[in-house]
């Protein structure tokens, strides 16, 4: 027979949860058509292109014949949707379609019912009630919430609310209750929606969080799942009842508040400490946390800031043992903030402790952190913190204040910052500092900043904007880090105290003048400034703004010596550019391992008590050893002493690199052969570190499982003798191939 003639008609009488749509049929289009076999018709429908009669539809059995019109009604259809609509014929097992035709539903209005009822214990006596409301179509004036114990049949008196929060006050401690909430609109109320919710003993001023916990928070075992959620809850204990709440937040990785600029919220009265396993009783010391094995992170998702504090808070708040990972701030148009502090912005007030930050991103300052103070004089600290492998496409890659965009005047800033025992390393910035662009008075005590790069002028490690900043530098080390200008220290004015600027770097020897000290004022004591280069040529101190008189070197070890005319009241020891050597008169570092980055001192090092005793000292050097040793203090930030030194290995390489595998290669940097290396690996964005298995005893180990097409990085470090173990080499990055390639290096 021929293809039966279909058409479809346009629909009619669309509302929004119904339609009408038909079509016309011409059955003397069929050859020898017999109406005694019937035909079935109706329409297609369905809310993607040509919908069949496999999908949703409507028919008709008819024994007519000719040419006839048919309309069906369609219900249960969706609000705001668009439709597809294909008429259709069905003669003897034939199905032919009529073209297609479309409309959408419209918009439906109705008085929107609550969703994600929740209760929160304040205290034994108090519950804070929360709601939402999604897809609003309908003006809602207010809210009425009424309350029951579950075992009482009868509902409270209604409570008008316009917020979509309520503090329900004067219930019993340790019950459990059911609350209802409904909107209430112009000319109708939604439905109730009810949930229920069990007081507390007492006052929640501690609250517990894991991954996966669904109660309040008063214990670990009934611990609160959402880290956003239990920030919001403590900060209103702290608005209601004017009491520090603290929060314990177990191991795991939390992204807060996924749909918004910012993941989490720093509140003031609220200090929240990481680190836990979860089982741990309320007098758990904090200092026997294990960091590594019970890491709590906080991951950004490469697509937003993961924590802010604003306003102007005056009590300091600390946040003690979290990872800060992957966080993102992309710049949005007609957003002031957006582009800065891909990791954190940070107001004033607070100590952090213990953190980590990892691979964030700022499209403006601050990679990591920006700083932005409210007030004149804020107080800062860092302490305990590594900030590695964040980017910044403007200035800053860990950490940066800018203070043209505060709201505070410069001229009167007073910005008290603390770094305590924190390492900078693997950061880059575009532009600047790939590290610190502060204004104020700044503090580094044992801090390293190490690897870091800046690709535009200027400083690979710190700098200044200002000449008007003071800082102070205690038992710090300043090396291997490279830009186009000023690679080391730059635009300072600073007291520097046994500290190192060693084997930085300027790549650029058209713009670069001094890879160590550029443009520096201050005083300098019992510090080494060695081995820094400006396109390959040692250039360690330089100026081109302040006076060679305004910088005070005491008991300081300098490269090739310091010939401008300078302080007269200035001394220091001429250091050679070998590390080693036995020339007589010659004063050589002997650096325990300058390849991969070890500046302890050997015992034959013209560093050695060559120092003078200085009151501000602080008890250990950067390595943790004491900081005297044989009565007088060396020269730089590590103090010998007096045994022979653990190097970590040299000259790793990746070989042989397939898709899931690799052989990693090293050499011995000791004088006799160690007990054990330890390898340890992981991919490039992750947190935590696996360690190879078994002691190594040869100067190779072949990595097997790995993902294809994928960044790892490699760390070694030597096992010497009980006791005596060398610090982590420089970091080998390598990429694995596609599964069947293959890359020999």
């Given at each position: 027979c021929q293809a039966v003639l279909v058409t479809t008609d346009q629909p009619t009488n669309i509302q929004t949860y119904s339609a009408r749509c038909g079509g016309t049929v011409h059955t003397d289009a069929i050859d020898n058509y017999n109406s005694s076999y019937g035909i079935d018709y109706g329409?297609?429908?369905?809310?993607?292109?040509?919908?069949?009669?496999n999908g949703t539809h409507t028919t008709t059995h008819s024994y007519s014949g000719g040419t006839f019109s048919f309309t069906h009604y369609l219900s249960n259809l969706q609000d705001n949707t668009t439709y597809y609509v294909r008429a259709y014929v069905s003669y003897m097992g034939n199905v032919t379609y009529g073209e297609q035709v479309q409309f959408t539903t419209p918009q439906a209005y109705f008085c929107q019912t609550p969703s994600s009822v929740n209760g929160y214990g304040l205290t034994g006596s108090s519950e804070l009630i929360t709601w939402q409301v999604n897809n609003v179509t309908m003006p809602i004036g207010s809210y009425t919430l009424q309350y029951k114990k579950a075992t009482d049949s009868d509902w409270s008196a209604e409570i008008s609310v316009t917020d979509t929060q309520y503090v329900l006050n004067g219930l019993l401690a340790n019950t459990q209750y059911n609350v209802r909430v409904r909107s209430v609109c112009a000319s109708e109320n939604s439905s109730w929606k009810t949930a229920s919710f069990t007081t507390p003993v007492a006052m929640m001023n501690h609250l517990y969080v894991t991954v996966t916990g669904s109660g309040n928070g008063s214990s670990w075992t009934n611990s609160m799942?959402?880290?956003?959620?239990?920030?919001?809850?403590?900060?209103?204990?702290?608005?209601?009842?004017?009491?520090?709440?603290t929060i314990w937040v177990a191991a795991g990785t939390y992204y807060g508040d996924v749909d918004s600029l910012q993941a989490f919220k720093m509140y003031e009265g609220v200090n929240v400490y990481g680190g836990f396993a979860g089982n741990e009783p309320d007098n758990y010391d904090l200092s026997s946390r294990d960091f590594d094995a019970n890491a709590t992170i906080l991951d950004g998702q490469n697509s937003h800031r993961v924590l802010y504090q604003d306003g102007s808070p005056t009590q300091t708040v600390?946040?003690?043992g979290f990872t800060i990972q992957n966080g993102a701030a992309n710049y949005t148009s007609g957003n002031t903030w957006s582009g800065y502090g891909g990791g954190a912005i940070l107001a004033q007030?607070?100590?952090?402790?213990?953190?980590?930050?990892?691979?964030?991103?700022?499209?403006s300052d601050g990679g990591a952190v920006l700083l932005r103070p409210n007030v004149s004089n804020p107080a800062f600290k860092f302490q305990n913190c590594v900030f590695s492998y964040n980017k910044s496409d403007d200035e800053g890659g860990a950490v940066a204040s800018n203070i043209y965009m505060m709201n505070v005047n410069p001229d009167t800033l007073d910005l008290n910052l603390i770094f305590d025992h924190c390492d900078f390393t693997y950061n880059s910035a575009n532009e600047k500092s790939a590290l610190v662009d502060f204004y104020g008075i700044l503090k580094f005590y044992n801090c390293k900043f190490k690897y870091n790069s800046a690709v535009s002028p200027s400083s690979g490690a710190t700098y200044s904007g200002t000449v008007e900043g003071g800082r102070l530098f205690v038992n710090c080390e300043i090396s291997h880090n490279k830009a186009n200008e000023y690679a080391g220290l730059s635009n300072s004015t600073a007291s520097l105290l046994n500290c190192i600027i060693v084997n930085n770097e300027d790549v650029n020897s058209y713009h670069a003048f001094s890879s160590g000290l550029y443009n520096f004022r201050g005083v300098m004591t019992n510090c080494v400034v060695w081995g820094n280069k400006v396109d390959g040529v040692p250039v360690n101190i330089y100026s081109t703004i302040y006076g060679y008189d305004e910088m005070l070197i005491q008991n300081c070890a300098i490269e090739g010596g310091f010939d401008f005319d300078g302080n007269p009241n200035n001394t220091f020891i001429t250091l050679e550019s070998e590390n080693y050597g036995d020339a007589a008169g010659r004063n050589?570092?002997?650096?325990?391992?300058?390849?991969?980055g070890d500046y302890r001192l050997r015992g034959q090092s013209a560093l050695v008590n060559a120092g003078v005793n200085n009151p501000d000292m602080p008890a250990q050097d950067l390595a943790g050893e004491a900081r005297v040793y044989g009565g007088t203090v060396d020269i730089g930030c590590f103090e010998y002493q007096g045994e022979d030194l653990c190097i970590a290995p040299i000259t790793m390489a990746a070989q042989d690199v397939y898709g899931t595998s690799a052989t990693i290669t090293w050499q011995n940097a000791n004088p006799n052969e160690p007990l054990y290396y330890e390898l340890s690996y992981k991919q490039e964005n992750e947190t935590t570190w696996t360690v190879y298995p078994g002691q190594l005893h040869t100067t190779w180990a072949m990595l097997s499982g790995l993902q294809p097409q994928t960044n790892y990085v490699v760390r070694l470090r030597t096992f010497c003798d009980a006791g005596h173990t060398s610090e982590y080499s420089p970091e080998l990055n390598f990429t694995t191939s596609c599964v069947n390639g293959y890359i020999h290096t």
């Open positions: 329409v297609c429908y369905g809310t993607t292109p040509n919908p069949t009669v799942g959402s880290f956003s959620d239990a920030l919001r809850l403590a900060a209103e204990i702290r608005r209601i009842y004017d009491t520090t709440v600390v946040w003690d007030a607070f100590e952090m402790r213990n953190c980590r930050f990892l691979h964030n991103y700022s499209y050589y570092p002997f650096f325990a391992c300058p390849e991969n």
